[in-house]
């Protein structure tokens, strides 16, 4: 912890990679800290990662699946999270290596207020080694990711995210595509690749202005490099791709000579690694409740093995770190009261981690068909956002920020109409995203959510052939009837377009955002009981379908 501490005592450390052309950053892609050949030695080194914490600073409840029940319990937060590391660092000082691998600046009421500022004194105190954007680093669009991002004092890689010259041609990198460090005689490289869907799946203006491609463009040339030239003994990818993607990326070809992708984006909780075809894919959960473990055991300089634990960030077992618990004090001093303010109540727990539905989701479009006259209100089908439970007098308290960790883009409310075939098209093209067979095609979200409209469908069913029934407002769906739908504006859709579904009419922003028209909603109605209605039927599996993940062994808990 020495690094942290000098930092929160004023000490500034500059970044070699931050004042390096990104030219020379991918020659010369070594840890300034590691990069003198390490004496060969016998032992293990450690490699700690945590991932899509999402801005989450104190410990929180947890959903967990358990005895084929929910059971809930605390976990997570930085504070915790410094202690934590730094309890598996202190069994390996010399040869741990720390990272994170994205979604660090999205997610919380803080990050909104501070355009994500807070956290990179934060992130700096946590002594991290290497860092790997994820796709919502981009929210407060390309100049604020790079200020963020180039304030973090650790090097940051990522291999498939350029800079837009115009017209889509791509020019240099943005980040270093890969890092080598030296441990115990040990070259490790690692490479780094995130979410080439981003300008898909999010509103499109975030991401203006940089030119995301698929992994393997350049995968082979990157692995034969690394082994090869700079005859790497262990190569790690560091990705935020989502698991499905990830096991699609491992049994492609191009992935010989990966020993480890270290996965993110879906918050996915890999106990034992998933060994797909050319290498194995891990990855640690969420909202920093666990920290992904994997020892590299050496001998002589020679890697012989490795094992892997995912380790859950018990408060009780770690209790808060001094320093960064005073550091997140001063962080969220000025925003406190407002963070704080409790808005309303609900009498379930509230939670987002089922495929088909979940009681946040379900509290949403409550309210917006409460709110807005519409056949039918969409919500998007989010992953980030811990859960809340009740405390003592039974209620879920909703505050300012637990609506900021729900919703953190305040959203203009949006009305357009489509037909009943457009609807029918986009429902088939929504469970594409989700359970497509071929892992590569499925984006990172969970299914889109909705109020108005009953939907009976088969997850495992050929492409096209998945939905079977649709109801809205007690009628079986009319292919030919314009129906009025809701859902939220994204910055950069093209006006005929709502919720990624193209081609809709009478496009019209409502004078109302998500957060006021929750906030009218709670004090209204408050408290509120978002039961399950199962709006969104699957036939061919379980309504409590936790991961999008098939056809390996692999269990979400």
């Known amino acids: 912890m020495n690094s942290r501490r000098k930092f929160l005592q004023g000490g500034i450390l500059t970044s070699v990679a931050a004042l390096t052309p990104v030219g020379l950053q991918a020659k010369n892609a070594e840890n300034t800290t590691s990069s003198t050949k390490s004496i060969a030695g016998s032992g293990q080194i450690t490699i700690l990662q945590t991932t899509d914490v999402h801005c989450q600073l104190h410990a929180h409840d ?228 666990f920290i992904g473990k994997l020892d590299i055991q050496v001998k002589d300089g020679k890697v012989l093995g490795s094992t892997y634990e995912l380790v859950e960030v018990d408060p009780i077992k770690y209790p808060a770190d001094p320093a960064i618990k005073a550091l997140v004090q001063d962080l969220e001093k000025p925003y406190k009261e407002e963070i704080n303010k409790v808005l309303g109540y609900s009498t379930v727990p509230l939670y987002r981690n089922f495929v088909v539905e979940n009681t946040i989701d379900t509290m949403i479009v409550d309210a917006l068909k409460w709110k807005v006259n519409a056949d039918v209100v969409l919500s998007n089908g989010f992953r980030f956002c811990p859960p809340r439970v009740p405390g003592k007098d039974g209620k879920v308290a909703i505050t300012e920020g637990y609506l900021y960790d729900m919703l953190p883009v305040d959203s203009t409310i949006r009305t357009a109409k489509a037909s009943g075939q457009q609807i029918l098209d986009w429902l088939e093209k929504e469970m594409q995203n989700v359970f497509a067979q071929d892992a590569s095609k499925r984006f990172g979200g969970w299914l889109i959510r909705f109020k108005g409209m009953q939907v009976e469908f088969k997850a495992f069913e050929r492409v096209g052939q998945r939905v079977q029934k649709v109801t809205i407002a007690g009628a079986e769906l009319d292919k030919s009837r314009m129906y009025t739908l809701c859902a939220c504006e994204r910055d950069g859709d093209p006006e005929d377009m709502l919720c990624r579904m193209k081609g809709v009419k009478e496009a019209t922003n409502t004078a109302y955002t998500l957060h006021s028209m929750m906030k009218e909603y709670l004090a209204k109605f408050s408290p509120v009981t978002p039961i399950l209605r199962h709006d969104a039927k699957i036939l061919d599996g379980p309504q409590d379908l936790l991961s999008q993940v098939t056809g390996v062994d692999y269990t979400f808990r």
């Open 62 to 289: 947890e959903l967990f699946w358990e005895n084929n029940e929910l059971t809930f319990r605390k976990a997570g937060g930085y504070p915790h999270m410094a202690t934590a590391l730094q309890k598996l660092k202190e069994k390996n000082p010399q040869n741990t290596i720390t990272l994170d691998t994205g979604d660090m600046f999205q997610g919380s009421m803080l990050s909104v207020k501070t355009t994500g500022q807070a956290f990179v004194p934060l992130l700096n105190a946590m002594d991290y080694d290497l860092y790997l954007p994820g796709n919502w680093e981009v929210v407060y669009y390309k100049k604020n990711m790079q200020k963020l991002l180039g304030g973090l004092l650790a090097p940051k890689i990522c291999a498939n995210m350029y800079h837009d010259l115009g017209d889509g041609k791509k020019g240099e990198l943005i980040f270093q595509p890969y890092q080598i460090m030296h441990r115990m005689g040990i070259k490790i490289g690692f490479l780094g690749y995130t979410d080439p869907l981003v300008p898909l799946r999010q509103s499109p203006l975030y991401s203006k202005g940089i030119v995301y491609t698929k992994p393997e463009d350049n995968l082979k040339e990157y692995v034969t490099l690394l082994r090869e030239q700079e005859q790497c003994d262990f190569v790690i990818i560091l990705s935020h791709l989502g698991l499905s993607q990830q096991i699609a990326l491992g049994n492609n070809p191009d992935c010989q000579g990966v020993d480890y992708i270290f996965g993110a984006d879906t918050h996915e909780r890999v106990r034992k690694p998933i060994q797909a075809e050319y290498t194995k894919i891990v990855e640690p959960g969420a909202f920093g409740s």
